[in-house]
């Protein structure tokens, strides 16, 4: 394929206006005659009437080289149309030269986006089917052409011969030349100035103007009809494919994973389609991907927002029903998925708490069940405040007892220290309480405290189970509590835990203590009955 360029110093070396190139145009069609190209397309729209009347037997040189030239090759002269869309007429004389297949129209399809990748003849009023000039061009080459995209890769970028380079030629009798550079060759003649006759198009294809977004006309026909009389146009897939693609695509509705895994099912479907399409293009066809990827992720997109959304209407839901019987930091590790009742618990080293109320069982004989419940509802109301601000998780309820963890699952610095501060705030409350009451009607707690390593996790069937912790800090706790009315004060607690306190001076050292089915343990007062009553 040969491009033969009108460029700007082509212009600059003739005086004539274009119009008026009759006696040059000539000189290249009988140039062409003495090459013997395959056929010449002309990308330049011939004057539409004489201008003899101007420059006397100037048509006559014009028609002169058009005779010549259709001795040894076909010719094809280009159409266009005016604004209005109405064919633009040629000098009738020079259509009869050229025969009844020598024009066609320069016109291309252009896409919504202005560019131009499809070559279609059917560019009439009702999509009826008019020449083309690449069209004519492919016909005389006994190639019929069809519709279809535009093959860009086919082919390296192209370049150009001026056309005063060939008229050089020409007026040097410079036959080998000639013929070296067109013989047997398609031929085009057009402009090729940088900011005329401009198409854009998806990539480059002028070799001379690299950095420009768009080619001139002439060049599009070259790669239009290159690609015709290559492997020919690349067709669209039926449109029954890109349905059936599109559908599959939106099946990927049914794949519920987490972002990341929804993320690389998008990819990974994405390269597929785009190896498949490339594939198809090689052998001729076109995917359109766009479609079947738009499916794909609106599909898992749409999925993974659902997922989201149920995620988090299920997570209102549980703290709705389940906040008032788990502690905050129980209900956030099972909203966030990391506590299962499967797991067996994990190990921690956590501080325990025991308190419950002196005399309990008499007050609660004296008082009817709703005066009970209400009772403890107010006590626990505060006590439960008070442990769940020093970051501590009530377990269970025993009564009027309460069992708390410090430092599981929510991770303390000290739980020890946590567990001290909340148990002399629960003392400051009952007190504050004690003075709204009467004198006979005051109560008094004891607070058990220990530290060491316990498995936290669930306790009880796959049917019925509760979050607490199990181990030997949770049964010395327990004793700790039972020891706080024998040993007169309000709170005891274990050397381990004394020994994690910032501040243990306010502390009593009780001695070693038998404890029941354990061995003796360490244990500390704060706070001896007979000193709050004021004895």
Wanted: glycine share 8%; proline share 5%.
């Amino acid at each position: 394929m040969v491009i033969v360029g009108i460029d700007e110093e082509t212009t600059r070396s003739i005086a004539e206006p274009i119009t008026l190139w009759h006696s040059h145009l000539a000189k290249f069609f009988f140039a062409m005659a003495q090459a013997r190209p395959a056929v010449v397309g002309v990308d330049i729209v011939l004057p539409d009437r004489s201008f003899d009347a101007v420059v006397p037997g100037i048509d006559k040189v014009l028609l002169a080289g058009l005779l010549e030239a259709r001795r040894s090759h076909p010719v094809v002269l280009g159409l266009t149309v005016d604004f209005s869309g109405n064919r633009r007429p040629i000098h009738a004389p020079f259509l009869a030269v050229a025969g009844p297949a020598g024009a066609g129209y320069v016109l291309m399809p252009v896409d919504h986006d202005g560019h131009v990748r499809r070559f279609d003849e059917r560019l009439g009023a009702n999509r009826e089917r008019v020449p083309t000039l690449a069209g004519q061009m492919a016909r005389h080459l006994q190639v019929e052409p069809g519709a279809g995209l535009i093959d860009f890769w086919r082919g390296s970028p192209f370049d150009y011969i001026p056309f005063h380079q060939l008229a050089q030629w020409s007026d040097s009798g410079d036959h080998r030349a000639l013929q070296q550079a067109f013989r047997d060759k398609p031929v085009l003649l057009g402009t090729v100035w940088r900011y005329e006759d401009r198409t854009r198009v998806p990539t480059k294809l002028a070799a001379w103007d690299s950095a420009a977004l768009d080619v001139p006309g002439v060049v599009l026909h070259a790669q239009a009809l290159r690609t015709i009389l290559g492997n020919g146009l690349v067709r669209d897939v039926p449109h029954g494919v890109t349905l059936a693609l599109t559908a599959a695509s939106a099946l990927l509705w049914l794949v519920s994973a987490s972002t990341l895994a929804v993320l690389a099912v998008f990819i990974v479907m994405s390269a597929m389609l785009l190896a498949v399409s490339t594939w198809l293009l090689a052998n001729g066809w076109f995917l359109p991907t766009a479609a079947p990827a738009l499916g794909a992720a609106l599909a898992l997109a749409g999925r993974n927002v659902a997922d989201t959304l149920q995620k988090l209407r299920e997570r209102r839901r549980l703290r709705s029903s389940f906040s008032g019987y788990v502690s905050p930091a129980v209900m956030e590790e099972i909203l966030a998925g990391r506590v299962q009742p499967d797991l067996g618990g994990e190990n921690h080293f956590v501080c325990i708490m025991f308190s419950d109320i002196r005399g309990y069982t008499t007050r609660s004989e004296q008082m009817a069940p709703q005066q009970v419940i209400r009772f403890l509802n107010c006590y626990f109301e505060e006590v439960v405040t008070l442990i769940h601000a020093r970051g501590g998780s009530v377990v269970s309820f025993m009564g009027d007892g309460i069992m708390a963890v410090f430092g599981a699952p929510k991770q303390l610095e000290n739980p020890c220290q946590s567990a001290f501060d909340a148990a002399r705030d629960m003392l400051e409350h009952v007190a504050g309480l004690n003075e709204q009451l009467e004198a006979k009607a005051a109560i008094e707690i004891g607070v058990g405290l220990h530290a060491g390593e316990a498995v936290i996790g669930h306790v009880g069937s796959s049917a019925r189970h509760d979050y607490t912790a199990i181990g030997d800090a949770t049964n010395v706790a327990s004793r700790l509590e039972g020891l706080t009315k024998e040993a007169g004060y309000c709170i005891v607690l274990s050397r381990a835990v004394v020994e994690q306190l910032r501040e243990p001076a306010e502390l009593e050292f009780l001695g070693p203590t038998a404890i029941k089915g354990h061995t003796p343990v360490e244990v500390f007062g704060y706070k001896s009955i007979r000193a709050r009553a004021g004895i």
